[in-house]
């Protein structure tokens, strides 16, 4: 089987020829058949990725949960196997894999928003805006690990409830919310655990619906989020189905798994087809020291 690496040049910065070299390093040492690709201004990962439409390989998206977006929405419905290497700002998806991915192959759920697809978690509202800050997000000068706390603070200044129109299981919903995320795994914003409960292939995804709130009880909703026990809130709703539809009276900026997605109608459902997505947690374990030196 052959490995493909997409690098993603845009999140690793000037550790992109670090991460490189681990990585040729790491596949001589394993015998690996691989090779090595770099996105870039000139070269985005969807034109890399064309040439490998009709391939059986494995494809690694290395950098964080946007460059995986990006591949899995270049590579779903081919033959081709999804994999990672966790180095970017959040990570997330890694997080949900290693406590329910075995190392080997694995089927995983994959849910499409209107024409784009989503593995991780989409959100709406002012989780949507935080993730969506980009001069926060991608700030040199902020530690990775503070970038979505800084992005919180930022947004919590301006924040206002959205306006939505809700059908899901026969159901409606039309009121302002706070914020609505589509979880197929557990984490997002950098380790805060949407989904506790979360399952990446059980053929669902959990709808978790915050109520409009005020400033002081959104302080309170984000910090049971970030340990994720905020499930029991009364403000908060928690469904879980295979389609959903969202309205609102004006284009809306939704982000899916770190990237953006404006529309004014969301429609949602769990896809019929997994993805096959290959789990190498020693890959992850010998390569992870790079991550951990990209400030």
Request: hydrophobic content about 35%; aromatic content about 10%.
């Amino acid at each position: 089987m052959r490995h493909i690496f997409l690098v993603n040049s845009f999140s690793l910065k000037d550790r992109t020829s670090l991460m490189i070299s681990r990585i040729k390093e790491y596949a001589d040492k394993n015998e690996l058949d691989y090779l090595i690709e770099v996105n870039d201004i000139n070269n985005s990962t969807e034109d890399i990725l064309k040439k490998y439409k009709k391939s059986e390989y494995i494809i690694y998206a290395v950098g964080g949960d946007g460059i995986m977006n990006r591949v899995l929405n270049s590579i779903y419905g081919t033959k081709n196997i999804l994999s990672f290497i966790p180095c970017g700002t959040g990570n997330d998806f890694s997080r949900t894999a290693r406590e329910t991915l075995k190392n080997g192959y694995n089927e995983v759920d994959i849910v499409k928003l209107n024409d784009m697809y989503s593995i991780n978690v989409a959100c709406f509202g002012i989780d949507a805006d935080i993730g969506n800050t980009d001069l926060v997000v991608h700030n040199k000068f902020i530690p990775k690990s503070q970038r979505y706390n800084a992005s919180v603070v930022k947004n919590f200044a301006k924040y206002k409830p959205r306006y939505f129109k809700i059908e899901v299981d026969g159901n409606k919903m039309e009121d302002y919310f706070t914020t609505i995320c589509i979880c197929n795994a557990k984490y997002y914003g950098s380790g805060f655990i949407i989904n506790p409960d979360g399952l990446i292939n059980d053929g669902k995804f959990d709808v978790i619906i915050v109520d409009k709130v005020n400033k002081l009880n959104l302080i309170k909703v984000i910090l049971k989020i970030k340990s994720g026990k905020h499930i029991d809130l009364d403000v908060v709703k928690h469904i879980r189905t295979d389609k959903i539809t969202f309205k609102s009276d004006k284009p809306i900026k939704a982000n899916v798994d770190g990237e953006i997605l404006e529309d004014k109608v969301f429609k949602i459902k769990m896809c019929k087809e997994k993805m096959k997505v290959y789990y190498n947690s020693d890959m992850i374990d010998e390569l992870k020291w790079v991550r951990l030196c990209i400030f």
